[in-house]
C-alpha cells in the first residue's frame, strides 16, 4: 500500500506544471485578450488536429490534462481534443527505449497514432462545424456553449477578484486534489486486481483483443498505458490490440474532462467517440494483420 500512495503522489505532482501552465494561459487569454483575439484563437482551431496530435505524441500524462482544461474553456475544438486523446502515449515512449524495442518500430507506432489522430480530429471538426451551419439558427444551442468564463464560474474561483497568478494557482491546486484522490483509487484498485489478471483478459484474443484492451485504455491513469505496453512486450497482446489500447489511453485527461467540462452526456459522449475510434482502428489492423 505504502508504494500505491508513492505511485499517486508521484503521477499526481508530475502533472503540477502542466496544470498551472495551462490555467496561467486560460486566465491571461480571459483577462488580457478581446473578444476579437479569442475569436481568432479558435478559428486557427482548422489546424488543431494537427498540432494536437503531434503534440499529443510527446511522452507525458501533463499534455491531455492540458488540452482537456483548453476544450474545457472553449480554446480548442473537439476535433483537437480527440486527436490529442488518439496521439497521447503516456508511458509508451520510455518503457519501449528502456527495453531497446527498435527505434524503427517505436516510430511506426508513434505515426499510426499520430495520422489516425489527426484523421479523426480533422474528420470530428468537419462534421461539427457542418452541424453549427445547419443548426445556427437555434440560439438555445448557441446559448449553451461553454467558454472561459464559464469554466472559470463553473469553478467557483471569482477570477475576476484576484491576479492571474493567484487565479491559475486556484484552478491548479483544485484539480490537483481531484487527480490525487482519482489516482490513487484507481492505483488500489489495479494493485487488488493484479497485472496479471487483467492480462488474462486479453491473452492472444484476435478480435476481443481490441476491443478489451480498448476498455483497458480507458483508465484515467499513465498505469494503463504501462500495462498494455507490458503486455505487448511480453507477447500477450497483439500490436493491433496493443495501438488500440494505446489510442483510447488519455491518461489522466478523462478524469479531468468529467471534473471541468459541463455536461454529463456530452464527456460519456466524447469516451464513447474516444472508445468506438480506438477499437474500430484496432480492429482494422488486426484485420489487415499488421505487426512490429
Known amino acids: 500500500m505504502l ?45 488543431g488536429p494537427l498540432i494536437g496530435s503531434i503534440l499529443g505524441v510527446f511522452p507525458q ?10 476544450y474545457a474553456g472553449r480554446v480548442i475544438s473537439l476535433g483537437t481534443l480527440i486527436a490529442v486523446y488518439l ?6 515512449l520510455p518503457i519501449f527505449i528502456s527495453e531497446a524495442v527498435s527505434p ?5 507506432i508513434l505515426g499510426i497514432k499520430l495520422l489516425i489522430g489527426m484523421i479523426a480530429g480533422f474528420v470530428i471538426d468537419l462534421v461539427a ?5 445547419k443548426n445556427k439558427k437555434n440560439k438555445q444551442e448557441e446559448k ?32 490537483f ?15 487488488f486486481i493484479g497485472e496479471e489478471n487483467i492480462s488474462h483478459l486479453m491473452l492472444n484474443q484476435p478480435i476481443l483483443g481490441p476491443i478489451i484492451a480498448g476498455a483497458v485504455g480507458l483508465i484515467p491513469n499513465c498505469a494503463a498505458s504501462v500495462i498494455i505496453t507490458n503486455l505487448y512486450l511480453e507477447n500477450v497482446i497483439s500490436a493491433a490490440s496493443m495501438i488500440a489500447g494505446l489510442l483510447t489511453g488519455a491518461g489522466v485527461g478523462l478524469a479531468v474532462l468529467f471534473k471541468t467540462n459541463r455536461g454529463l452526456k ?9 472508445y468506438v475510434i480506438g477499437v474500430i482502428s484496432g480492429l482494422l489492423l488486426e484485420w489487415i494483420g499488421i505487426a512490429f
Not at 12 to 34: Q, V
Not at 104 to 108: A, D, F, G, Q
Not at 146 to 174: M, N
Not at 266 to 274: A, E, P, R, S, T
Open 3 to 47: 508504494e500505491v500512495i508513492q505511485d499517486t503522489l508521484m503521477d499526481s505532482i508530475k502533472l503540477l506544471p502542466f496544470l498551472f501552465l495551462t490555467y496561467f494561459i486560460l486566465e491571461y487569454i480571459e483577462h488580457k485578450m478581446g473578444e476579437k483575439s479569442k475569436q481568432t484563437i479558435q478559428k486557427s482551431g482548422k489546424f
Open 61 to 70: 500524462c501533463g499534455f491531455s490534462v492540458s488540452a482537456t482544461n483548453l
Open 87 to 92: 496521439s497521447t502515449s503516456d508511458e509508451m
Open 104 to 108: 524503427w518500430i517505436i516510430l511506426k
Open 129 to 133: 462545424r457542418f452541424w453549427r451551419k
Open 144 to 175: 449553451t456553449e461553454e467558454s472561459i468564463e464559464d469554466l472559470c464560474e463553473h469553478d467557483h474561483c471569482h477570477c475576476e477578484e484576484g491576479s492571474i497568478w493567484k487565479s491559475a494557482l486556484s484552478h491548479t491546486l483544485h484539480i
Open 177 to 191: 486534489l481531484f487527480i490525487m484522490i482519482i489516482t490513487f483509487v484507481i492505483n488500489v484498485i489495479v494493485y
Open 266 to 274: 456530452q464527456n460519456i459522449k466524447i469516451v464513447g467517440l474516444l
